[in-house]
C-alpha cells in the first residue's frame, strides 16, 4: 500500500530556507506524478506543486513561483521542496501526495516562518 513519510521541517525566520523530504515507498514512485500540498492554520488543505514523474513536468501554485523548487529521485523514492525566501503565509504543515487534493498524504512535516 501507498506510504508517504514527509520530514524536514522546523522553524524559520523570514527570508530563511528549508527543504522538505518526502520517502515514498508500496508502489511504483517512478510512475507517479506527485504533489506538494499544505495547510496553514484554520485553513484548508492547498496545493502547492506538481512533478510529473519524468520530473519535467512542473507547476507551482503563483504565491510560490520563483521560491519553491519541486523534485525527485526516482531510484531513492525520494520527492523534495526545497523552500527559500520564506514568508509568514508559508506556515502551514506540508504534505506530499499522490493527487492534487493530498490522495494518500502522510503525517505532514510543520513549517512555521516566524521572526
Do not use: H
Request: aromatic share 12%; hydrophobic share 35%.
Amino acid at each position: 500500500q501507498v506510504q508517504l513519510v514527509e520530514s524536514g521541517g522546523g522553524l524559520v525566520q523570514p527570508g530563511g530556507s528549508l527543504r522538505l523530504f518526502c520517502a515514498a515507498s508500496g508502489w511504483p514512485f517512478e510512475k507517479s506524478w506527485m504533489y506538494w500540498v499544505r495547510q496553514a492554520p484554520g485553513k484548508g488543505l492547498e496545493w502547492v506543486a506538481t512533478l510529473g514523474y519524468r520530473g519535467i513536468d512542473i507547476t507551482y501554485k503563483d504565491s510560490v513561483k520563483g521560491r519553491f523548487t519541486i523534485s525527485r529521485d526516482n531510484a531513492k523514492n525520494m520527492l523534495y521542496l526545497q523552500m527559500s525566501s520564506l514568508k509568514a503565509e508559508d506556515t502551514a504543515v506540508y504534505y506530499c501526495a499522490t493527487s492534487p487534493s493530498g490522495g494518500n498524504r502522510g503525517q505532514g512535516t510543520q513549517v512555521t516562518v516566524s521572526s
